[in-house]
């Protein structure tokens, strides 16, 4: 068994979609990245690649690529997680944890929890995603973005 920890953040802004856990959500601000910079899937992608012992997103998928922008980063995942197969690991759970002071994401949360599932072939009873606030205190609580968490439990298939 191996864990993986990963943690992204991005600036909301104007004019951009509001991607998280692979699923628009709509509100009147996205997150500003290359990518569509869904902190939900790029630190779960940081989880699975610490644990793999891959190297981070940002080396794997770097900003200024032009075969990045603007990328669903649920493909990514994809991407990532078939590495991780390569290697001889399989994802056992994921566990996410999102900050933001808006908007209410819990509504959200079993539709993220199903997209995260498939694209990453884990039941859905496997995937646990916590959208919290952050009472008003710092960058997220000011609402100027959205941070997220991610712990990620591997097993070796080849040592099964």
């Known amino acids: 068994m191996r864990i993986g920890c990963g943690y992204d953040s991005h600036r909301l802004v104007e004019g951009r ?15 500003e990245g290359w990518s569509d910079a869904d902190v939900v899937t790029h630190a779960v992608i940081d989880a699975v690649c610490g644990a793999a012992g891959l190297e ?4 794997l998928f770097p900003a200024g690529d032009e075969r990045y ?6 493909h990514l995942l994809g991407i990532v997680v078939g590495m991780a197969h390569e290697r001889g690991f399989s994802i056992v759970n994921v566990d996410v944890t999102i900050v933001a002071q808006e908007p209410v994401l819990a509504p959200y949360v079993p539709e993220m929890r199903r997209c995260l599932g498939e694209s990453i072939d884990v039941a859905q009873d496997r995937i646990s995603v916590k959208p919290k606030t952050n009472d008003h205190m710092g960058f997220v609580g000011r609402g100027e973005g959205v941070a997220a968490f991610a712990v990620v439990l591997l097993e070796s298939l080849l040592e099964r």
Do not use: E, H
Request: charged share 20%; no cysteine.
């Open 17 to 31: 979609r509001f991607t998280l856990g692979g699923i628009q959500i709509p509100f009147a601000r996205g997150l």
């Open 56 to 59: 981070d997103i940002g080396t």
């Open 69 to 74: 922008r603007d990328a669903s980063s649920v």
